[in-house]
């Protein structure tokens, strides 16, 4: 069955200092994976996605991914956390020939100060 | 303008009563989706749409209904309301158009539902 696994429900990450959200999918065939933001009582927003084209996959608000087959992962980074990052992060992965999304159950990132 | 627009934002209502999400799309997207958001769970798809005549059950369609009344338009209905459907919903799109691995979803800003 597929599934999707955001390793961490909380991040706490310092203003500046880079950001990791881990995201792990199990997926029959090559499948799109997306990221989505879900700011405070706001929809959600696409960051970015995989369609398998480059591995590394730029997104909006210089977020980027590494889609890597061998360890079923796409993790989410940023460099640098900017307050206005603060929000829940969300890892989709939709296999290949399929209609359904399948959801990971969310990452919310603080950014302090 | 929003592309996807969900009406009402926010709805309070009383157990066993009838409420009515309302869904629209300026995108001309043909596939519609209605799913609810609790904390800790993620997103969970209540019903699709992949044109005006065909519907599909997702996971959790038990006490929701929907209606499909245009290609823009996608209508999720509570028929007795209990308090264990207060959530958050979305309804998204997306168009098969385009083809394989570029298909995305496309989300509405939600409604907050409250049934006390």
């Known amino acids: 069955a597929q599934s999707v696994t955001q390793l961490d429900s909380h991040v706490s990450v310092s203003e500046g200092t880079p950001v990791l959200l881990r995201c792990n999918y199990s997926?029959?065939?090559?499948?799109?994976l997306f990221w989505y933001v879900q700011h405070p009582n706001k929809g959600l927003q696409l960051l970015l996605k995989?369609?398998?084209?480059?591995?590394l996959v730029k997104g909006i608000n210089g977020f980027e991914a590494e889609f890597k087959k061998s360890e079923t992962s796409f993790h989410l980074t940023k460099p640098s956390a900017h307050m206005s990052d603060a929000a829940e992060y969300f890892c989709?992965?939709?296999?290949?020939?399929?209609?359904?999304?399948?959801f990971g159950t969310g990452t919310r990132l603080k950014v302090l100060a | 303008d929003a592309d996807v627009t969900q009406t009402p934002r926010n709805r309070i209502t009383k157990t066993g009563k009838r409420i009515m999400l309302e869904c629209s799309q300026t995108?001309?997207?043909?596939?519609m989706y209605w799913y609810r958001q609790d904390p800790g769970l993620g997103l969970r798809l209540i019903y699709y749409?992949?044109?005006?005549?065909?519907?599909n059950k997702g996971e959790i369609s038990d006490g929701y209904s929907v209606s499909r009344q245009a290609q823009a338009k996608f209508s999720l209905s509570l028929e007795s309301a209990i308090p264990n459907q207060t959530a958050l919903y979305f309804c998204?799109?997306?168009?098969?158009?385009?083809?394989?691995?570029?298909?995305?979803?496309?989300f509405g800003p939600g409604t907050r539902l409250l049934v006390l």
């Open positions: 995108k001309g997207h043909d596939r």
């Open positions: 989709v992965v939709r296999p290949s020939g399929t209609y359904k999304y399948i």
């Open positions: 997926s029959s065939y090559s499948p799109s």
């Open positions: 998204a799109t997306s168009d098969t158009r385009l083809a394989g691995l570029r298909e995305t979803q496309y």
């Open positions: 995989y369609t398998s084209a480059a591995t």
């Open positions: 749409s992949f044109d005006v005549k065909d519907i």
